[in-house]
């Protein structure tokens, strides 16, 4: 899966017609920590069922069409995709919270990471 695989699945919701904008969201490996730390790679686990609850959450907000979103898991070096997510809805002052949100909530209920 790729950021233009999620795009592609979008434009072909049967209410694509409404969608004004479609948003994403392409997270990396950063090569260092939050701390300033040097980092080598990155496990990630994901909680799949949580994943699921949340997108279902996102789209039923005014104005959102599709939310999509993929997270990618094992061992990851720097510079590797982590989690993709795409956000298809009418206005923009719809749509731009419902990404920010989606990624906050995946990171902080869906994701345990490792870094070393």
Do not use: W
């Amino acid at each position: 899966m790729s950021l233009a695989d999620l795009v592609a699945q979008v434009k072909q919701h049967p209410r694509y017609h409404e969608v004004g904008m479609i948003l994403c969201h392409n997270g990396v490996v950063r090569g260092t920590s939050r701390d300033g730390k040097p980092v080598v790679e990155l496990t990630v686990k994901a909680d799949h069922t949580r994943l699921a609850e949340i997108l279902a959450e996102m789209k039923s907000r005014p104005g959102i069409i599709e939310v999509l979103a993929e997270v990618r898991e094992g061992t990851l070096q720097v510079g590797d995709d982590v989690m993709y997510v795409a956000v298809a809805g009418d206005l923009r002052e719809n749509v731009f919270p419902v990404l920010e949100d989606t990624v906050n909530t995946i990171k902080r209920d869906v994701t345990k990471k490792r870094e070393r």
